[in-house]
């Protein structure tokens, strides 16, 4: 691939050699970098290659423990290229009405992925992100979230991810909160979490 097509739009819609399109880090991380084309993209996904992100990579699979596909917080036709291309899912859910109520669609969305396109995938759990452990209300909200977990089959994670300016500064900067910030708080938190997840 030539340098201006290794991103996600070109393994998303079309059929490629996802080695080719892998970058590495000064931290060490496989990457395959987004672009400003997945604006568009939603008017190129069909039914043709909704698919062609799951065969892209099933070329790299065996090659890695894990490979995270980070999506936007909506469903779209990228998200659910995602899911059919997915072994699990983790959904982050804020402290907040809406995300309760946004459970329910994404369910829906990922019980119709699994009839049709990918019987394997799995919740591997709700995942509570910008926590603010003060606020009573998050702790009534996790009672929700515990029961809808329940529901869902899964569980919510026990790491929490905190609000934290730490996160923002690095999205601003484009920098590895594992180097910049190692002994913040949140950079802990996320610490957390990757144990829990290879505990499973």
């Given at each position: 691939?030539?340098?201006?097509?290794?991103?996600?739009?070109?393994?998303?819609?079309?059929?490629?050699?996802?080695?080719?399109?892998?970058?590495?880090?000064?931290?060490?991380?496989?990457?395959?970098?987004?672009?400003?084309?997945?604006?568009?993209?939603?008017?190129?996904?069909?039914?043709?290659?909704?698919?062609?992100?799951?065969?892209?990579?099933a070329g790299i699979k065996n090659n890695y423990d894990y490979i995270i596909i980070d999506t936007p917080p909506a469903i779209n036709k990228v998200t659910m290229s995602a899911l059919i291309s997915a072994d699990g899912v983790i959904i982050?859910?804020?402290?907040?009405?809406?995300?309760?109520?946004?459970?329910?669609?994404?369910?829906?969305?990922?019980?119709?992925?699994?009839?049709?396109?990918?019987k394997d995938l799995k919740i591997e759990g709700l995942l509570i992100n910008q926590n603010q452990e003060r606020l009573l209300v998050n702790k009534q909200l996790e009672e929700v979230f515990n029961k809808f977990s329940k529901a869902l089959n899964t569980k919510v994670f026990k790491a929490r991810i905190r609000e934290s300016v730490v996160i923002r500064k690095n999205q601003i900067e484009q920098t590895n909160i594992f180097k910049k910030d190692k002994h913040a708080k949140v950079t802990n938190d996320y610490k957390e979490l990757i144990k829990e997840i290879i505990k499973g």
């Amino acid at each position: 691939a030539k340098d201006n097509d290794k991103n996600v739009y070109t393994l998303l819609t079309e059929e490629a050699n996802a080695k080719e399109l892998i970058e590495t880090t000064e931290a060490g991380l496989d990457i395959i970098k987004s672009t400003d084309n997945l604006a568009t993209i939603e008017n190129e996904l069909n039914g043709n290659n909704i698919k062609s992100l799951k065969g892209n990579l099933a070329g790299i699979k065996n090659n890695y423990d894990y490979i995270i596909i980070d999506t936007p917080p909506a469903i779209n036709k990228v998200t659910m290229s995602a899911l059919i291309s997915a072994d699990g899912v983790i959904i982050p859910v804020l402290s907040d009405l809406y995300s309760v109520q946004g459970l329910t669609n994404l369910n829906d969305h990922i019980e119709y992925v699994k009839t049709n396109f990918n019987k394997d995938l799995k919740i591997e759990g709700l995942l509570i992100n910008q926590n603010q452990e003060r606020l009573l209300v998050n702790k009534q909200l996790e009672e929700v979230f515990n029961k809808f977990s329940k529901a869902l089959n899964t569980k919510v994670f026990k790491a929490r991810i905190r609000e934290s300016v730490v996160i923002r500064k690095n999205q601003i900067e484009q920098t590895n909160i594992f180097k910049k910030d190692k002994h913040a708080k949140v950079t802990n938190d996320y610490k957390e979490l990757i144990k829990e997840i290879i505990k499973g």
